[in-house]
């Protein structure tokens, strides 16, 4: 049976694909890396990567031993972790991930405290759309998410903060003006309910759709394109770090005249927020909220 070091260069070498992108992450030479893939598959008593000039294929008994490795690995990274929790230090891998507009405009703060504490404590971070974090912690590749919007969610979870919603131009100061201007509607992608949100504020006030709409894929897009003049847009406030110059902010409000506002919550199952970089974490975050509304 091979070892554990032996599961981690499978492990690269499937991740790679490649025998000199492997080597070079393994920090060995290719020849030795090759010597040492024959004597594994020895071992297991079947070929299992074909190599040609465009690099690695698993084979059928490949695939197999490939998925028993990560099954091994995965496992043995979880054990770590309980036994790191069982200690007084904060270490292990801290998992987590977070919607993109919150690990691009809030996280960067909050885990720069957390590593400035923690220096043993390791990092994982995935970013992507709120379903993308839901999926993340279901499939348990994370301990923790931090995603927007209301979550139907079973286990565990922290609401973190509310920001308001503006309609953000270089010249429009007030929303009807949109029904007059020429310049498009810019809008980003998401796949959350801020986009439907954004609809029926839309429909309550005008009726009508944008005379001219432009969609990108990322929100830093849209607001970079509003913010030179290109068009107008809806941000939510964790964008906007009150730095912006000659750009009006309107606030948007709802049917019964309160701020339109985004909630992002903190998730996980009960099991994780017993892992001490997990508590350790949520410790930080809850500071930083703190520190963050008392300058406000």
């Excluded at 995935?126 to 999926?135: F, R």
């Amino acid at each position: 049976m091979s070892s554990l070091s032996e599961f981690q260069l499978l492990s690269v070498l499937a991740q790679e694909m490649n025998m000199r992108k492997a080597a070079e992450r393994l920090f060995v030479s290719q020849p030795a890396l090759s010597q040492r893939l024959q004597t594994i598959e020895k071992d297991w008593g079947a070929k299992l990567f074909i190599r040609s000039q465009k690099g690695l294929t698993l084979t059928p008994a490949g695939e197999h031993v490939i998925q028993f490795v990560d099954e091994v690995l995965f496992k043995q990274e979880r054990v770590r972790e309980t036994i790191h929790s069982l200690q007084s230090e904060v270490a292990g891998t801290l998992k987590i991930a977070v919607a993109s507009i919150v690990g691009l405009n809030w996280l960067p703060q909050v885990l720069k405290k957390f590593i400035e504490r923690y220096p043993q404590a390791k990092i994982s971070l995935i970013t992507g759309w709120s379903s993308e974090i839901l999926k993340c912690i279901y499939d348990d590749q994370v301990q923790i998410g931090i995603i927007r919007g209301t979550p139907d969610w079973k286990g565990r979870k922290i609401h973190l903060f509310q920001d308001s919603l503006y309609l953000v131009d270089k010249e429009i100061t007030s929303p009807e003006q949109v029904l007059e201007t020429e310049r498009p509607f810019i809008q980003f992608k998401s796949d959350s309910n801020y986009f439907q949100e954004i609809q029926d504020w839309w429909l309550r006030h005008f009726k009508t759709p944008p005379r001219r709409t432009v969609v990108v894929d990322q929100i830093e897009t849209c607001k970079q394109m509003a913010f030179n003049g290109i068009g107008y847009a809806i941000l939510p406030a964790i964008t906007l770090n009150g730095a912006e110059k000659d750009i009006f902010k309107i606030p948007l409000h709802d049917e019964h005249g309160l701020p339109l506002k985004r909630d992002t919550w903190l998730l996980g199952y009960e099991s994780s927020f017993q892992l001490k970089q997990v508590q350790a974490f949520v410790e930080v975050v809850k500071e930083h909220i703190e520190e963050t509304e008392k300058m406000q």
